[in-house]
């Protein structure tokens, strides 16, 4: 057994909370939001209503959040796919980063700020 240290760690694949009743999403071409800050949270958003939960993966790697999706068709092509990259700013805590998708598509990211500039 392997003892990695887990700041070593290159990617963090994040788990989407799904609402119940959620399943394939159809609808608005895939797009992002820019980065929001309300209060002590940084926010993004992606339309990613033409794919299901399962085919979106978000991973986090320093302040780098990357959302990918793919769509495969039944021989095993690739029959859609959507990939976006944002730059969180340098007051992340990203130990909190938490994900949604809420049942008409749209992926929101959510960010805590850090607590003060001394955690920089």
């Given at each position: 057994?392997?003892?990695?240290n887990p ?15 959620v399943?394939?999403m ?13 209060d002590?949270t ?8 033409q794919?299901?939960?399962?085919d ?6 320093n ?14 092509g690739?029959r ?10 340098a007051?992340?805590?990203l ?11 749209m ?8 607590t003060?500039?001394?955690d920089?």
């Amino acid at each position: 057994m392997s003892s990695a240290n887990p700041s070593s760690r290159t990617h963090t694949p994040l788990r989407l909370a799904v609402p119940t009743g959620v399943g394939s999403m159809h609808g608005r071409p895939a797009s992002m939001g820019g980065v929001r800050t309300v209060d002590h949270t940084h926010f993004l958003s992606a339309d990613v209503s033409q794919f299901e939960a399962p085919d979106v993966v978000v991973t986090a790697n320093n302040r780098h959040i990357t959302i990918h999706a793919e769509k495969v068709a039944e021989d095993g092509g690739v029959r859609d796919s959507f990939t976006q990259k944002s730059l969180l700013p340098a007051d992340v805590d990203l130990l909190g980063i938490s994900c949604t998708l809420t049942p008409d598509g749209m992926l929101v990211i959510s960010v805590p700020r850090l607590t003060s500039h001394s955690d920089l």
